[in-house]
């Protein structure tokens, strides 16, 4: 798994804004309950949900992100849940709250993707629960291309170039460890929020807010309880 390879150094891609708008959010719209938070990365969401009270199950498609959520649990004296998973499959229990933090909808390959992402976590979520995203906007992933950076401290040369789709980007880390060249792409897209709206409205989600940072969007959204 190519994340595995980055979890050593992915807590600084983090940024601590975007992470203290989703404590701020989730905490304005849900009381204490039980939380899915998907592609958790090393787990530092997960662990202060955890610390408010929250029964935190951290998943991620990278095994050695979720070594290093467990670790931390243990170091912070928090119980938390930890489970490899893809949003792409069906979740067989109930949540009050899911998270999908930073960029996690935005390495989806496309929106057909996104709405089979987003009706799964709908089918997952309690009557009257919540679910917070973020997306990058068109013009921050736009603007990557052509973007390089060479890191001294965790020794890799990072560069970006346009995918084949529009609003596309292909990011290229070569790692050198001890004196071996490890290379990992990722691939991210993105889409105009009118896209995104309107999967939300046809899965059945409520907009609760939408709240714009420089790069990105962050949406609260809200499955309401079916009195019929």
Request: aromatic share 12%; charged share 30%.
């Amino acid at each position: 798994m190519e994340y595995d390879l980055l979890a050593t150094f992915y807590d600084s891609f983090i940024d601590e804004v975007v992470y203290q708008e989703y404590l701020d959010l989730v905490n304005k719209y849900s009381s204490l309950g039980s939380m899915l938070d998907i592609g958790c990365g090393t787990g530092k969401l997960s662990i202060e949900f955890a610390k408010l009270g929250y029964d935190v199950v951290a998943t991620d498609l990278s095994e050695e992100m979720l070594n290093i959520v467990d670790y931390r649990s243990k170091e912070e004296n928090v119980d938390i849940e930890v489970a490899l998973y893809d949003m792409l499959d069906p979740i067989d229990y109930e949540f009050d709250v899911v998270i999908a933090s930073m960029d996690v909808i935005n390495h989806l390959s496309d929106l057909e993707d996104v709405e089979f992402g987003f009706a799964n976590i709908y089918n997952s979520i309690n009557n009257n629960g919540i679910f917070v995203f973020d997306v990058l906007s068109v013009e921050f992933i736009d603007a990557f291309d052509g973007y390089t950076e060479d890191d001294e401290d965790y020794h890799f040369h990072w560069g970006s170039h346009k995918g084949d789709r529009e609003h596309s980007i292909i990011h290229t880390i070569t790692l050198n460890i001890e004196d071996s060249h490890e290379e990992v792409k990722i691939y991210e897209q993105t889409h105009d929020t009118e896209e995104y709206e309107k999967i939300i409205k046809n899965i059945g989600f409520k907009i609760l807010e939408k709240k714009s940072l420089p790069e990105r969007t962050i949406y609260v959204l809200q499955k309401e309880e079916n009195l019929e």
